[in-house]
Nanobody, 114 residues
Framework: VQLQASGGGLVQAGGSLNLSCAAS????????MGWYRQVPGNQRELVAQ???????YYDDSVKGRFTISRDNAKNMVFLQMNSLKPDDTAVYCC?????????WGQGTLVTVSS
């Protein structure tokens, strides 16, 4: 399974970014797909996830500001990030959990300036 993420960048506080992640390979029986983020020196944290049955999870810190969505036909997941804050600055990584295991994409840096 390969994951290709894109969409990071530099934005001012209050701005928006949209992250995309395209999955390819053996992705049948997908259990969950989503985004983690990590700041150097901190643990990686789950930001948002779409799970089997299309249920969604959001970390409390992003509820009401971030929206995760999925395009089944294209095997893609998106993270629309609005009202960004400097605390959202991190490397964001796409993640997928399928029957074959758990896989990670390369990180994409999101920097929010104050």
């Amino acid at each position: 399974v390969q994951l290709q993420a894109s969409g990071g960048g530099l934005v001012q506080a209050g701005g928006s970014l949209n992250l995309s992640c395209a999955a390819s390979g053996s992705i049948s029986s997908m259990y969950a797909m989503g985004w983690y983020r990590q700041v150097p020196g901190n643990q990686r944290e789950l930001v948002a996830q779409i799970r089997i049955g299309f249920t969604t999870y959001y970390d409390d810190s992003v509820k009401g500001r971030f929206t995760i969505s999925r395009d089944n036909a294209k095997n893609m997941v998106f993270l629309q990030m609005n009202s960004l804050k400097p605390d959202d600055t991190a490397v964001y990584c796409c993640n997928i959990l399928v029957r074959a295991g758990e896989f990670w994409g390369q990180g994409t840096l999101v920097t929010v300036s104050s």
